[in-house]
């Protein structure tokens, strides 16, 4: 049976980790895939989540199903910090939602909502966009188009090619958001330019669909939500798509929440019927363990607010460590001006340079970062980035 479909190349960023461990280089570097580590490039288990585990074992009697939605009270605390505390939307029970595997889950499981609303429905993504945007959208039946996002030359984005894209969309069109710490660039729209896209979003009449995996690694957990709580606020419908991968550190717990504001609150409650059977045909309902640490953090002012200094931290770190790497790249001569990483926000940076220096840097220094230059700037320390910033001046 099998033998009919062709061999794949590897995913362009979960291969790459497959490369890094394969590689025997001590001195080898790890800027791949999006994971957060600390100085000693160790992904911890965030000592609120781990605090929150203790409290869950004893709590947890049974492993019997959740609720098709999952927890309530993970997606009610999830809803808060994504829309706000005092949301109108939420208060006019306008907003369908459930617990999701992941980011992708919640992606996947949206999209596949979308493609029941509509025969040959387009979803705008930037250019760039996250790789696996495509595969997860794209597979449920959705049209793929793409807007001008990024102009490495300039290293910025290029808002008025975007909105000059955008305003071809129309009724039906479905546009794909960064809600912060745009994956792969690092480069985030202005609270200004969010406001300019809700006036096209009004004009136009898209359905915006914010994707947010990295919320509180940008400039802060509610400076962060800005974007996502104007449109929610303002537009009759907007989908969101959040992670808590990386804000939680819950990867390999695959925790997500899928929302959809709808128009009121009777179309709200067929979408929450819609997501659920969406949710129910793919894998039946979510996993459980996450959602509940998640839950358990929320609920608890003394947690939550350990969790959202180890937010803090890790964004002050990030931060820092993109300075670091910049002053190494001019302290050792480079020939480019790299500054422009110090305005990029969150766990990625686009060097802006080609693929073919990307490979050279990792054949000839072990240093594993994604072809199109995004680097996870949490994998640079004080150990490796002199090596780092030397590498990168040779292929320059
Ligand atoms: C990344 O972009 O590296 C992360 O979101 C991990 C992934 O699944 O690709």
């Given at each position: 049976m099998f033998e009919v479909l062709p061999q794949l190349s590897p995913d362009p960023i979960l291969g790459l980790s497959a490369s890094f461990r394969e590689?025997?280089?001590?001195a080898k570097i790890d800027l791949g895939v999006g994971v957060y580590k600390d100085e000693q490039g160790k992904t911890p288990i965030m000592s609120s989540v781990a605090k929150a585990q203790n409290i869950l074992l004893e709590r947890e009697t049974t492993k019997t199903y959740i609720t098709p939605q999952g927890h309530q009270g993970f997606i009610d605390g999830m809803l808060k910090l994504l829309l706000g505390e005092n949301s109108k939307v939420m208060m006019a029970d306008r907003v369908a939602a459930v617990m999701a595997p992941g980011g992708c889950g919640s992606l996947r499981i949206l999209s596949e909502l979308l493609a029941r609303c509509g025969d040959n429905l387009k979803c705008w993504v930037s250019d760039?966009?996250?790789?696996?945007h495509i595969p997860l959208i794209g597979s449920a039946g959705l049209e793929i188009k793409t807007y001008p996002y990024f102009d490495k030359e300039a290293a910025g984005i290029n808002f008025d090619a975007m909105m000059e894209t955008l305003k071809q969309t129309g009724k039906g069109d479905i546009v794909l958001l960064h809600g912060c710490c745009h994956n792969p660039t690092g480069a985030d729209l202005t609270n200004a330019q969010w406001d300019e896209i809700l006036v096209l979003a009004q004009e136009r009449g898209f359905l915006p669909f914010i994707d947010v995996a990295y919320l509180g690694f940008g400039d802060g957990l509610e400076e962060d939500a800005y974007g996502i709580r104007l449109l929610a606020e303002n537009l009759p419908e907007v989908i969101i798509a959040a992670s808590c991968s990386k804000n939680f550190g819950l990867y390999r717990e695959r925790t997500g929440l899928a929302a959809i504001v709808t128009n009121d609150s009777a179309t709200r409650k067929i979408a929450q019927g819609q997501i659920q059977s969406v949710a129910r045909a793919i894998y039946s309902m979510p996993p459980s363990w996450g959602g509940a640490l998640v839950d358990i953090i929320l609920a608890d002012t003394a947690l939550k607010n350990e969790w959202m200094t180890e937010v803090n931290e890790m964004r002050n770190r990030m931060s820092s460590l993109r300075t670091m790497l910049v002053d190494k790249l001019t302290e050792n001569g480079a020939d480019k001006d790299f500054s422009f990483l110090n305005t990029q926000k969150g766990m990625f940076s686009y060097l802006c340079i080609t693929p073919e220096q990307v490979r050279e840097i990792r054949a000839k220094h072990a240093v594993y970062f994604v072809d199109s230059s995004r680097i996870n700037v949490a994998g640079i320390n004080q150990n490796n980035v002199d090596t780092l910033a030397k590498a990168l001046i040779s292929v320059l």
């Open positions: 590689d025997t280089n001590p760039p966009t996250w790789a696996n």
